[in-house]
């Protein structure tokens, strides 16, 4: 975009706010840096913590988190990372079509389509607009999705015939996912503390055609009684967290992201585990997901689920992606913080319970 039209929408936005004032202040400063050959930065020297926080953009709060976990380079390759545009990602609804029959007609309209290298029915797409007025998208015959969410629900790996609980279902990506690979054929209860939002549930699975999500309200850091006493095959608990690993689908949302905010979802997350666990069969498995870079949130709930419930145990991911082998942590977790692949920064575990007497 051409430096003059970026200053005078951003002027044009300015005086939606009713202040000249500051319409005058916004020209001034966006047209002096339009002059600038180059903006002065800190020096990486004297401040790193300030010199990574002006040059991408991020706030102080989170760079001095990530700068010594991670270091100077990595930390700046997030950076940057959350600063680009993300590629729009589709999951083939394998119920419907195949990978390469939708390809092969997205490519007739026009759009350039690259199959995702980790997820088997993912599709990335460019030069796309008007997405949801496609044929295909009106057809059911995929679903948005970012290819690390989508190897969630193949962490989960749900086969036909089992009772599949959704625990923090809404908007409903991860929920038909499980219906698809189980064949549409067992029960997914999709669970969200807000009936509003489960209607984008009901909405969704509509579209893809699936009849086995059953969608219920049941806050999980609260009561789980809505979901009743029957066991579970298996549980997915896509916790709400605190979002830092999508950044870039959500640019705004660092300014208004406060540190605190970390050790405010990992209690909730670990509250949600708590509930759900007496929920799952003998022998049933358990996913644990979120879509935060943050081990406070990742690997440390898991930590303290597991010394708080002794009846369950950590099952490497490992085999399930033996050619992508830089997702996977030495603790077995599925990690995709800096990954090779344009994914969001996702993390999941996967626990088993312990058969009864063992």
């Not at 000249?20 to 990486?44: D, K, Q, S, W």
């Not at 700046?76 to 390469?100: F, G, H, Q, S, Y």
């Amino acid at each position: 975009m051409p430096a003059s039209a970026a200053v005078n929408e951003s002027v044009r936005l300015a005086k939606t706010l009713g202040e000249g004032a500051i319409a005058g202040f916004v020209n001034a400063v966006l047209r002096a840096m339009a002059r600038a050959e180059t903006i002065p930065l800190p020096a990486p020297a004297d401040d790193p913590v300030l010199h990574l926080s002006v040059k991408y953009s991020h706030p102080e709060w989170l760079v001095k988190r990530w700068l010594p976990r991670l270091g100077a380079e990595r930390t700046a390759a997030l950076c940057a990372a959350n600063n680009e545009i993300p590629p729009v990602t589709v999951r083939v609804n394998t119920l419907r079509t195949t990978r390469d029959a939708l390809s092969a007609e997205l490519k007739r309209a026009g759009i350039e389509v690259t199959y995702c290298r980790v997820s088997s029915s993912g599709l990335m797409l460019r030069g796309v607009a008007h997405l949801t007025e496609l044929p295909a998208y009106q057809r059911g015959d995929f679903y948005v999705q970012d290819e690390a969410a989508q190897l969630v629900g193949l962490a989960v790996n749900p086969k036909p015939g089992e009772r599949i609980l959704d625990a923090c279902a809404a908007p409903g990506g991860k929920s038909t996912h499980l219906a698809e690979l189980m064949g549409d054929r067992g029960e997914v209860v999709a669970a969200d503390a807000g009936a509003k939002r489960l209607e984008r549930i009901v909405e969704n699975a509509g579209r893809l055609s699936l009849a086995s999500i059953r969608p219920i309200v049941a806050d999980l850091t609260g009561d789980p009684a809505p979901l009743g006493k029957a066991p579970y095959d298996r549980i997915l608990v896509d916790a709400p967290c605190s979002g830092l690993g999508i950044l870039r689908r959500n640019p705004e949302a660092k300014w208004y992201k406060a540190e605190a905010v970390i050790g405010t979802m990992a209690a909730a997350q670990l509250k949600i585990l708590a509930a759900v666990a007496p929920l799952l069969k003998h022998g049933g498995l358990l996913v644990y997901s979120t879509c935060t870079t943050e081990p406070e949130e990742n690997e440390a709930v898991i930590g303290a689920f597991l010394a708080g419930h002794p009846d369950f145990r950590n099952v490497s991911l490992q085999s399930l992606w033996p050619e992508s082998p830089e997702l996977i942590t030495p603790e077995g977790y599925l990690n995709t913080l800096l990954n090779p692949y344009q994914m969001d920064q996702f993390f999941a575990a996967k626990l088993i319970r312990a058969t009864k007497g063992a």
